[in-house]
Each structure stands twice: as C-alpha cells, then as structure tokens.
C-alpha cells in the first residue's frame, strides 16, 4: 500500500511540475511552416474568392481554410511524434498527458463551435470563434510555452472579438486570416525558437 502511495504521490509531482515547466515538444519550424501556409491560403482566398458573399463562396472558404488547417495539424503534430520518438521517457508522457489536459477544451469547444456554426449558415462567425478558441487554448496552456506566448494569445482573443462583431461577412476577407493565424503562428514558432537556442548553446 505505501508502495502505491508512493507512486501515486510522484505522479502527482511529475503531473505539477509538468504544469509549471515549459512543453518541450514543441517544434518552432512546424509552428511557422503553419504560420506560412496561413499566408499561403490567404493568397489562395484572393485569388479564388476574395470576399465571399453567397452560398457557394463560403463552402470555397470552409475548403480552403480546413485544408490549410489539416497541413498545420499534420506539420505539427508529425513534429510531436518525432519529439515523442526520440524521448520516449516517463517525463516526456507526463508533460504531453499535461499539455493535451490543458488545451483539450478550447480544441473541442472550437469544433462544436464550428459545427454548429456551418449547420446554422453563419460563416461570418468563424474567423472570430476560431480565433477566440485558439486564444483560450494559449492562454490554458501558457505555464509550458515559451515566454511571450500569453502576449500573442491576448492579440488572438482582442482581434476574435472584433472580428466577431464585424458586419456580414466583412470577417472573411481574405487578409483576415493571413493577418491572425499567419502572423500569429509565425510568432509563436520564432518565440519557441529563440528559447530553444540558449539550450543548444549550452549543450
């Protein structure tokens, strides 16, 4: 029985320490590769349909932002898998068990959002509640992201609530997107970046 204790007890220490210390899987080119291809998309959005209006425009716009949004999934949790591969290790469980336990609500919320969302018709609503999602799953999370991060969750959350509020379909124009998760996520893959350099330094 004190044996299980025990182990219960440092599971519990391993899932605390794991709250407070920064995520080490993360990968900073991944989070740019998405940032980038957020700008590609946005280039895409212009050239196919720059302001969408009817019916037909936003199923082109739901195309091109859930594709743009299975590259960043694939980009970056193939990254995760490599990091989980390499540091196999019952540190390395803890703090994604930590992570997924954190950011989970936000992630679920944003695909109950946007169901229900396109079932309802009210497309111009996307931009603002995506936006507003991933902001909360920073925020939920910041503790294991590199420092800085909370700064670029509150831009996430101001430019959602603005956008929520935008008249029509205003909010889907093409350099919406572009501007918030292209540049959002290029920041978030330079903030990883510059905190992973010391540690290579040192090693």
Do not use: K
């Not at 590259?71 to 703090?95: D, H, K, Q």
């Not at 336990?101 to 995506?130: H, I, N, S």
């Amino acid at each position: 029985m004190d044996v299980a204790r025990a182990i219960a007890d440092l599971d519990e220490v391993r899932s605390r320490l794991a709250a407070v210390q920064r995520f080490r899987g993360l990968s900073g080119p991944a989070a740019v590769a998405s940032g980038v291809a957020a700008l590609g998309s946005g280039l895409v959005q212009l050239i196919v349909v720059p302001h969408p209006a009817s019916p037909a425009d936003a199923a082109r716009y739901v195309a091109i932002w859930i594709a743009c949004l299975a590259f960043a999934l694939a980009v970056n949790y193939g990254a995760l898998a490599v990091w989980l591969a390499r540091n196999w290790t019952s540190r390395a469980r803890t703090e994604l068990r930590t992570a997924a336990v954190a950011v989970t609500p936000a992630v679920v919320a944003g695909g109950a959002f946007t169901a229900a969302l396109l079932a309802r018709g009210d497309v111009g609503m996307l931009p603002g509640t995506w936006a507003l999602c991933y902001a909360l799953g920073l925020l939920a999370s910041r503790t294991m992201l590199p420092r800085g991060t909370a700064t670029v969750a509150l831009a996430f959350a101001a430019i959602g609530a603005a956008l929520l509020f935008a008249h029509g379909t205003n909010a889907l124009t093409w350099w919406v997107m572009p501007l918030t998760f292209g540049c959002g996520q290029v920041a978030i893959g330079i903030l990883i970046d510059r905190e992973e350099a010391p540690a290579q330094g040192a090693a």
